[in-house]
């Protein structure tokens, strides 16, 4: 079963506008932390975010933030002021803390963000 | 502060050869994962390794892939008698022992095309 869902498959953003990448997700888990990744076409994966599911505050980190709801298990992204260079692939990860896979993370199917100058 | 190494970054092979690919994880890291990415896809588990120890390997498929981590050295992630399927872009990560709140910190990837 599908436990990262991304339904965008494609965004576009005009430059310095903010934009919100989807993803909901699916764990019977009381406990587990949310990730977001960036993977540019260079092809690295760099680690944008986290959110814990005991954390009370939304995570920001500079220009990202995250949505955090966890009643409708949902998790989204916002990049605020985009820029150029943001252009890239974007997935949503959730690594589970309990039962025997607490150590795996779990990837949606990414977002392929375009920014428009 | 090295980040997670990996090598080689390009890799190729012909049909039914095999395929090494080497992982050193970030210093004081003792936790090692694979992913494997298709093309247009995201990431897939498939390995989970502690020094000396398999953890998980339930995304590891049942043939011809292997993986280790020794005592001294990288991890190493091994393909045998490679099929086209197998071209993809493979993973490592790793993350520090006890704290579970950390992120796991990407390797740049190995690009393995079988020709």
């Known amino acids: 079963a599908q436990k990262i869902t991304q339904t965008q498959p494609g965004m576009f953003v005009q430059e310095k506008e903010a934009v919100t990448l989807d993803c909901t997700y699916d764990?019977?888990?009381?406990?587990?932390?949310l990730f977001w990744y960036k993977q540019p076409s260079s092809g690295e994966m760099i680690f944008l975010i986290y959110?814990?599911?005991?954390?009370?505050q939304n995570a920001t980190e500079g220009r990202y933030s995250l949505n955090f709801q966890k009643a409708r298990k949902s998790a989204n992204l916002v990049i605020s002021a985009s820029q150029l260079g943001d252009s890239a692939m974007y997935f949503c990860a959730m690594r589970e803390m309990g039962g025997t896979s607490y150590d795996k993370v779990i990837f949606g199917p990414g977002t392929s963000l375009s920014v428009i100058p | 502060n090295a980040g997670v190494m990996q090598n080689p970054r390009h890799l190729v092979r012909r049909r039914g050869q095999e395929a090494r690919l080497r992982c050193s994880p970030m210093k004081g890291h003792s936790h090692v994962y694979w992913y494997r990415q298709l093309p247009e896809e995201g990431l897939k588990f498939m390995v989970y390794?502690?020094?000396?120890?398999?953890?998980?390997e339930s995304g590891m498929p049942k043939e011809r892939f292997s993986a280790e981590f020794p005592k001294e050295g990288p991890s190493i992630l091994r393909i045998q008698q490679v099929v086209r399927g197998d071209s993809a872009a493979y993973f490592c990560a790793s993350s520090p022992p006890l704290d579970r709140r950390y992120e796991q910190y990407f390797g740049p990837g190995t690009r393995l095309t079988v020709t």
């Open positions: 390794l502690q020094k000396e120890n398999i953890i998980d």
């Open positions: 959110q814990g599911s005991y954390d009370e």
């Open positions: 764990t019977s888990d009381q406990s587990y932390g």
